[in-house]
């Protein structure tokens, strides 16, 4: 599973997609803005689809396991651009804000914004950056960057309880948020950093409540779902497995075959 980025690396990412596209899982480590210029999206966190279309202003929160599908319009492209918000941006930041107290409460991990006319003056004023396709030098990205969220908080005056929360995920119940995110192809690092525990501790808690290995536990469940998502709800063997998180087809056969006996074509 891919990360969308370094915390503390400031990005900026124009999209430009012409057939159906989905992004495979990503660890979100930082929280990202959204802009969707033409076409739709369907994000997938923490087990809730989310639909989002042309137009939209939407906020990722960060530190999430995400899914997303990117599908053009008919005879169109799917647009939008990202920006990605790094931390040291909003230490620089957080000192505007000192007097308003930071309320701790928990949020959608995705959500729309409420949008304004200073939205779209900032997105016109990217584009030209854009769609030149040249390189944007890192002091006008942190530039454009610290714009975004001045304008987003003038608009959604909570965001500033998220944006300006830098708490690491604390220890959470690592069976139920197992059992919830199985099917993302995590590395066991980014799993045990996301319920809040070392590698090292990751493993024993694991042990002791499944009484089996991280990994053997993971092909186990992934390898159940597939077989069911292919038996009992007719979907392609190229599909489910996927979305089951196998990131190899010939890998996934191959485990599929050893346990159930028979190839995921024939499973049907």
């Not at 990722?60 to 990202?82: C, D």
């Not at 942190?142 to 995920?169: S, W, Y």
């Not at 190899?248 to 028979?262: L, R």
Request: aromatic content about 14%; some cysteine; hydrophobic content about 35%.
């Amino acid at each position: 599973m891919a990360e969308i980025t370094d915390p503390n690396i400031p990005r900026i990412i124009y999209s430009r997609i012409s057939k159906k596209t989905m992004e495979g899982e990503l660890f979100i480590r930082q929280h990202v803005f959204d802009y969707i210029i033409s076409g739709c999206s369907e994000v997938f966190l923490e087990g809730k689809s989310h639909t989002f279309k042309a137009g939209d202003f939407r906020f990722a929160v960060r530190n999430r396991l995400s899914r997303f599908i990117k599908l053009p319009p008919t005879g169109g492209e799917y647009r939008s651009i990202s920006i990605c918000i790094d931390q040291d941006t909003l230490h620089e930041l957080k000192n505007q804000y000192k007097n308003s107290s930071i309320i701790h409460q928990k949020f959608d991990n995705v959500f729309l914004l409420k949008s304004n006319k200073a939205f779209k003056n900032y997105v016109d004023s990217l584009l030209p950056y854009l769609e030149s396709g040249d390189e944007i030098s890192e002091q006008l990205v942190r530039i454009k960057i610290k714009e975004a969220v001045l304008i987003f908080i003038e608009a959604n005056p909570d965001l500033k309880h998220i944006l300006f929360d830098f708490n690491e995920p604390g220890k959470i119940d690592l069976e139920a948020y197992m059992n919830k995110h199985y099917s993302f192809g995590g590395e066991l690092d980014q799993f045990a950093y996301l319920t809040g525990r070392s590698l090292s501790t990751f493993k024993r808690d694991f042990k002791r409540i499944f009484k089996t290995t991280p990994n053997r536990w993971l092909m186990e469940k992934r390898l159940e779902r597939a077989y069911y998502l292919i038996k009992e709800c007719g979907v392609r063997p190229k599909e489910a497995y996927s979305e089951v998180g196998f990131k190899d087809y010939s890998h996934f056969s191959f485990a599929f075959k050893k346990v159930f006996g028979v190839a995921p074509s024939l499973a049907t």
